[in-house]
Structures are given as C-alpha cells and as structure tokens.
C-alpha cells in the first residue's frame, strides 16, 4: 500500500529529462534503467513521418519506464503516485480533486496486436505522465520544428498534481456487440462482467454509456488531468477514440482516513460510510479481485461501475430541510444519522420516535444503502460532482457522477436493487452507466493489460 | 488597491454567525452594523412561507454587510477578497484558478422594483459569500425543517477560497431586442454598451450569446464558484433565469506580476504582455470607466467582454513545432518572441532572418494583437479554458473562454479586427460572444448597480 504516502516531486520542465532517482525507482538500477518508448505507430499518428526518429528506443527494448513500481522520493512540491504495482493506482489512493474520465471504442479494424500495442503505449505514457513527466522526453518542445510536438504541452511546468491513471476494458472489448470476438478475447471474458442490468428509474443516454475501453484521470489540478486525456486520446488515433467522457470536481467520497467527508451538491456529506483504503481486510474482501475468482488474469485487479446521475436540483432545493433529511437519513449539517450521535454514529435503524415512526425512514438512502441492511455488501466508492452547464431552461445540469471500485459486480447490483424504493430517486435520474473490468497494475517490465493478453 | 493583498480566513461553519471583526470591517463599528438581509420576494421564492420570517431584518434596514468596503483580516487559512469597494473585485484580482460565469435574462413582466431588488438581494448575497459565509445566517441547516434550507449547503465547511463574484449589465438590459424600455433606464446606457459586431470568423450559436445580466463568479475551488452561480440563480427565481454559462479553469492570463503565466490548452504561455494590476496608472488608463467617459454611472466600472472560443484541438495538435511557433508568435517553450530573448523580452517587429523575412510572422497572433500595433490599446484579460467533454466525433470541445476587462469595448473591437488575418484562426472558432456594462463596486451601505438606478 506504497501509494497512500504521498511523496513529492518538483515540476516538470520544458525538455527535462528525470533520473531514475527522481523517479524514485527504489528498485530500479541506480544507472539508466532499460524503458520502453512510444510504438513506431504511436509517433506516426501523433506527428507523421517526420517525428518517428525522435523518441529514441521507440519501439525497442521492453521494460516500462522505472516509474512503474515504486513510489517516488520526497523531494519537492507535489504528490505523486506510482504507476504500476500490484493495484493500478486511482483506485485505494486518496481520492484527487479534479476526474476526466474518458470511454473508448476500439476503431473498426484494430487487430489484436494493434491493441496490445496500444494498451503498451498508454502504459508507457501515463508512467511518465503520473512522475510529472511529458509523454516523451522533450516531448512538446524539444523535438524537430517539422514535426508536430509528441506532447501537447498545456502541463509544462505544473507538478504532478498527484494524477493517477486507471484503466479499465469493457464487456464488449471481449465480445463486440454484434457478439466478434475481434482480439481473441472473448474465452477471457469474466463471466461477471456483462452490460449492466436495468434498474428501476434508468433514463440511460446512448451517449453516455458503455464503452470498449476507459481511462480515469484523478488529479490535484485540472489541466493537469486534462492534459493526461488528451495526449492518451491522441496516442490512440486510429486504433481507438473518444465513445463518451466527463469532467468532474470535488470528489464526492472520501476513500481515506485522512480525508474529511466532502459534500455532494445535495449539500449532504456523502461517503461516511465508504470502504477506507486504510481498511486493508475489507479492502481485500471487497475491492480486489482475488485467486480462485473468476478470472485468474484479473486477480489483483478490480470491477468499475460508472453512473451518471443527474440531480434534479431545483426540486430538491425546494424540498424542505426535514424532507431533505429524511431522503438522506442523516441531518444536514453535522451529517449525523436520525438515530442520533455524531457522523461517524453507527445508525440505529431500529430506533423509534415518540409516534413509533422509526427516527431512520424505511426509504432513506443511508438504510437502504448500509452494509447492515446488504448481508455486508460494501463499495468503494470514488465519484464526483459535475455541473455541465444549464439546460434549456436555464436549470443546472448538474450531479453525481458515480464510480464505485467492488471485487465482483454483484456488489454494485445488489445496492443499487435495493435503492429501487430509495426517497431519493424523485430527486435523480440515471443517464449514464458503464462496467469495466480493471485489471491488476503493470508490472517493472510490464504494461496494464498484460496479465489479459498473456 | 486593497483587494490585492489576499487575507485570509477560517472556513465557514455550519451556522456560524461572523462578527464585524471576523468580517475585516475596517470602517464598520466594532458592534452590530446594520445589515439588510434578502428581500422577503427572494426568501418567498427561495422557500415558501414557510422560512420567510427565517433572516432576522428581512428586506429590513439598509446597509449592505461591512464585507464590502474592507479586506477581510488575516487570521485564518484562505483567501478573502472584498464584494465592494471602489471597483468590483475579480477584474484587477490576482486570476483565481476556476470560473463559473453565468448570463441571465429578467422574466417577463418583472417591473423595475423587482429588479432592483433582485440586485439587492445579489449584492447581500454576494457580500456574505464572498467573505465565506451563508446565503443567510444558518441558511442552510439552522432554518425551520418545515422550510426548503435558505443556502443550499455544498459550501459548508469550505474556506472562501479566494471567492469573487462580478455583475455585468447587458445592452438588452436598458433596451429590450423589441425596443422596450422595460426598466426605465434606456436613456442611461452608454452609447458604446451595444452588442458587439460581427467579426471575420464568427460561427456565433444563439444558446452562447447576450444576456441581461451576468455573474463572474471566480475561486479557487470550484464547488464555492459553483455554489455561488447556483445560490445567486436560486434567489432569482421568478425575477431572473440562466441564459447560458460556462465552467472554466486553468486561468489562461496572469493579471499579477505575482503569477506566473500559465498555458492554455494550446500549450504555449498566454497573457505575458497583459494588463497587470500593479500597472495602475495603464489599469487607470485602459480598464477603469473615468469621469467623463460616456456615462457618469459607470464611473468606476469597466466594460466586459465575453467569447467562447472553440479550439479545433486534434488540427492544431497535427501542426508541425514550427507552425505552432509561427502562428503564436513565441517559442512553445519559453514563450519567448521569436525575435529572441526571454518571455519579457518585448517582440522586434522589425527583426528579419537570414532570408529577409520578419522573424515574428506578418499574421501572427503576438503581433497583431500587440499594442505597438494598435496604437497602445490594451485589454486586461481574464480568460479561462474550457473542455466540455467530447463532441460526436470524439474530439474534445475544449478552447477558450476568452474574457477582457477594458474601459471602452471599442478597445476590443479594435483589436478583434485587427485580428482578422491571424493564423491563429485557422485554429479556432468562436461559436459564442457577450458585452456587458460593468458598474463600479458597491458602496458601504449600498448595493451593485446603485448608481444606474439612483
């Protein structure tokens, strides 16, 4: 659980070329660990013939950058997250300000090797990106004037920002919907991993759902995680592109200890009673896929259930304080159960007030949702806000978008089943909603998705 | 120029009652100042009945809170700037890293009362949370449970974070599209206040432009910019809706010698040559409305002028480093003129290479939008970016959200002709565009707008 101490590294800058000891490779050798650069294609559909000299070692040696596997050392200004490890990182790790999430499909085309290729050059990519580095050495300055630059710039000069880069890969990248099994995948396939049931009240947009592949990018800073997208995005061209994404802030549950409960834009402390990274035992029961699980090469790894929820504002802002209340269960300052006690309360859902009403309402989201009322059932839970806006009629459009980190899709299946009387749903509507399977870290020599195609 | 020394605050609590002297009152008596509370049209529409007679001196006294006039003391953890004051804050603020900008029009049949107590009500509003605090005392969770909360909280337990909140008038204001002189006060707009005109280029989208009114609401947070832009359209209910709005962030332009320049999503440095705070006597000369300019109630105000610039990010990011350089200008990575030197080092227009060309390209975009080239005119710029996630293409809808502060729109009219043959525009779009009359700050027992409406 290296990743939750936070070390520190400088900014990056224009042309900087990091030492594996500014990487912090406590494994790494101390001279000039072996790395692999971005593919051959990779350059080519970045910059045209013209750059594809100028990373030196693309597409040569193995061996991801020294960044993979080890925290880096704390000497500078900004949290920084290993890359690789036996988890991906953005996941346990102390959730971040700022999120763009991005799904992908695959282009129409893309063979197998194409893919791994792909998935190696992310790798590659978001190793340096998450050290503060550019994508490649002198990547957006220092390459050859006639050629377009490797890295897009707008992060030159800003520090890591603590980023992590999660990826994930969707049912449909084992078997297309038009049930192709385009990669030779589709036998690896997770029997859990399926399209997501409907549940009562979804409003889902075809825009806003599924995809082959996804990235999450939790940063410290915006641009920051922006940038990472962007240049992932670009990486891509031609083997896969943009299907739908999001930009989120103020992150919506704590998943650490050392975290105070933020408030969602209900104005209610939300994730109280979420998974904490420091629960290692729980951790392990509930968020990693382990051995002897369905899918031995995502041991290690874990499932994302993504949800866009539209708040419907206005209604809720006209709704009174002790109708507010009894939606969430809690009260809406100190964010304390209506049982009675502190935040961190236990609820008492048996206690009563003075008309034999129970204090807890049968229909508030904290009963329905609480691990007690689910045979234990817990999510790590990782979402945050969004405001895309206003609508038509000058309504915001605003909400929840929802990401949760379980062992097995069943988790998230079972909660959200039993929010189908939930008070809240007059308040929300689902629009978006997507599954992934997140596979285990990369390896020191290794890529995200290694274990898959292995 | 007080609003530049950042003090600081604690965080707001939940019902916190501030003191005079928590709110930095200077000039205010160390017991009790007067304040007006929201108007009892404003905590109708916000609550019902209900929660009418919640804020103790409702539509009571004048007096508008002595956050307005004095910089909050320094004492806790985050950045205060002050509502009133000579000028509004948020022009010549050091840029805050995050923006909520919103534009409303006024409801049909709302009278000139109803107006100008709404920008009464703004005014209280704006006042209190800009220094941290509540909507209204315990507006959020201190009201009566039979009452919708009168703050709606998502803000409790966050600092100030270096909150500004900027009204702006539009032309439609004082003359309706229809000609109708809705409020009475078509003879007070300034002859220059009228829509901007068309410009080479402009791809103009209806749902992105005008407005009677706006709010430029600035933080370094963005749930409190957000919070504001929700809280203030909550007030308005009945009287004013949201037109159109933007979330930005990653200020694109320093307005302080303290700042650095940052990089827009371009990825080169934006803002070096800008209007900087500390160079009064050009703010004085270039942003500032003075006695004598055409209208007396805008003294002290300035004009802003809004643009949503659209970068077609996936055509720029194919640009050859060299391209890049061209059409900006300056070098990618020290933003240095191309005629050499340092980031500050001022552009030789006149400097050729060994071919006998200018090194600083005929149409790029640092020479066209150069004072040199226009007779001293200057804009204080305050724009941010913007990506609002991915168009149906899968590219992402990112750009500028391009915003200038000047004493005069002819300013930038003058140099958004002269920007017709910038090469940046084979890179750009601008799909939205609004000016708006920016009166001077509120007085210590008055309120934004009080002296167009005196």
Redesign the interface.
């Known amino acids: 659980m290296t990743e939750h101490t936070p070390p520190t590294t400088p900014a990056r800058e ?2 900087s070329t990091p030492t594996a000891a500014e990487l912090g490779a406590a494994s790494a050798p101390p001279s000039d660990p072996p790395r692999r650069g971005l593919s051959r294609r990779a350059l080519f559909g ?3 013939a ?1 750059a594809a000299g100028l990373a030196a070692g693309a597409g040569a040696t193995a061996a991801i950058t020294a960044a993979v596997s080890a925290p880096a050392s704390a000497t500078g200004v900004t949290t920084v997250y290993p890359f690789g490890g036996a988890h991906q990182s953005g996941i346990t790790t102390p959730a971040q300000d700022r999120l ?1 999430f ?1 799904a992908y ?1 695959v282009s129409a085309g893309t063979t197998r090797e194409e893919l791994i290729e792909l998935l190696q050059d992310w790798s590659v990519a978001a190793a340096r990106m998450t050290q503060g580095q550019e994508v490649a050495d002198g990547g ?10 490797v ?7 800003l520090p890591a920002s603590g980023l992590t880069i999660t990826f994930g890969f969707g049912p449909t990248l084992f078997t297309a919907e038009d049930g192709t099994d385009r990669f030779g995948i589709a036998d690896r396939r997770p029997a859990e991993l399926e399209k997501l049931p409907r549940f009562t009240g979804d409003n889902l947009q075809a ?1 806003l759902t599924g995809g082959d592949l996804c990235i999450q990018a939790c940063a410290d ?3 920051v995680a ?1 940038h990472a ?2 240049n992932l ?2 990486i891509a061209f031609g083997r896969a ?7 989120g ?2 992150r919506t549950s704590s998943t650490s200890t050392s975290q ?1 409960t933020p ?6 402390k939300d994730g109280t009673a979420n998974v904490k990274s420091e629960e290692t035992k729980t951790v392990e029961e509930q968020v990693w896929v382990q051995d002897g699980d369905s899918a031995a090469w995502l041991s290690g790894g874990s499932y994302l259930v993504v949800r866009k929820i539209r708040m419907i ?2 209604t809720w ?6 109708e ?2 009894r939606v969430i269960g809690r ?4 964010g304390a159960p209506l049982s009675g006690g502190k935040e961190f309360t236990e609820p008492d859902f048996d206690a009563v007030g003075a008309t034999d009403q129970p204090l807890i309402d049968k229909h508030s989201h904290v009963r329905l949702a609480h691990p007690t009322q689910l045979k234990g059932t817990k999510l790590l839970r990782r979402g945050y ?1 969004f ?4 609508d ?5 459009n ?1 909400g929840l978008f929802f990401m949760s980190y379980q062992r097995s899709p069943k988790q998230f299946i079972d909660v959200q089943r039993a929010l189908a009387t939930d008070a809240m749903n007059e308040y929300i509507k689902h629009v978006g909603a997507a599954i992934f399977a997140v596979p285990p870290g990369a390896s020191k020599d290794g890529w995200v998705g290694e274990t898959l195609f292995a």
């Open positions: 224009a042309g970045l910059a045209g013209g763009h991005a499909d957006a300055v220092d390459g050859s004037p006639l050629a377009p630059p890295d897009t710039g707008e992060a030159l000069g825009g800073d915006p641009q922006v997208i962007r995005s670009r592109s943009i299907r739908w994404s999001q930009l802030f103020g105070v408030r969602n834009l209900f104005g209610f504002i206005e802002d006209r709704a009174q304080l002790q507010q209340e009260s809406k300052g100190e806000n405001v895309d806006g206003n038509d009629l000058g309504r915001l605003a």
